[in-house]
């Protein structure tokens, strides 16, 4: 029973295609954050926000731009009780079916926040993405070149988080410094996928 709630999908809300603020105005809005109020995000601004990172065009494209088009992305996402209708853990998001997956019950960001170096801002914030990349899948394509590309990306991403986060009146910060091999451990990923950007989100002061 305990590893079907872990492995069943949960279908996430249908995303936005307009929003309340124009394009100017949330690029004016963008800036970091590193408190957070406690305080619940509603499941479709939780789900939107997801897609705006990784979510999957209706041509199969992605919402950001990725070489070759492979997308080597997957996302990740903690929580603890901060989400509405959406239960504690680690989960990781299927783009194709704009779906989660429950990968572990624990509340893991307070150790997220140790393997970063202790930047405890990250073990209590509503919500933390983190996002890993497939760098042997690139590397097939681009050889040496792929790792300059993974950092593209993540670069894309990141600024598609930030721009959704400020458009639905949250905040969020990216964060770069921590212990690969802690993250990966705690992710449980595979040898050839790396953990490359963390972004922990939530309402703010």
Do not use: C
């Not at 492979?70 to 779906?99: C, E, K, W």
């Not at 792929?146 to 990141?158: D, K, L, N, P, Q």
């Not at 400020?166 to 212990?179: C, K, S, Y």
């Amino acid at each position: 029973m305990r590893e079907k709630i872990l492995n069943r999908l949960i279908p996430l809300a249908a995303p936005k295609e307009k929003g309340d603020l124009s394009f100017e105005e949330t690029l004016r809005k963008r800036k970091s954050h590193r408190y957070f109020k406690k305080e619940t995000i509603s499941f479709e601004t939780f789900s939107q926000l997801i897609w705006s990172a990784q979510g999957e065009l209706k041509d199969g494209r992605r919402v950001a731009p990725s070489a070759g088009a492979i997308y080597p992305f997957n996302l990740y996402v903690m929580t603890d009780d901060f989400v509405q209708n959406l239960i504690p853990g680690l989960y990781a998001y299927d783009a194709g079916r704009h779906s989660l997956k429950r990968l572990d019950s624990r509340d893991l960001r307070p150790y997220l926040s140790e393997a970063a170096l202790s930047q405890n801002f990250i073990a209590v914030a509503p919500i933390v993405i983190v996002l890993t990349a497939n760098l042997d899948e690139i590397s097939k394509v681009y050889g040496s070149r792929a790792e300059r590309y993974i950092f593209m990306e993540a670069g894309h991403i990141g600024q598609n988080i930030y721009l959704q986060a400020a458009a639905m009146n949250l905040g969020t910060v990216a964060v770069g410094a921590f212990h690969d091999e802690r993250v990966g451990k705690l992710l449980n990923l595979p040898h050839y996928e790396i953990p490359v950007y963390i972004f922990p989100v939530g309402a703010v002061p």
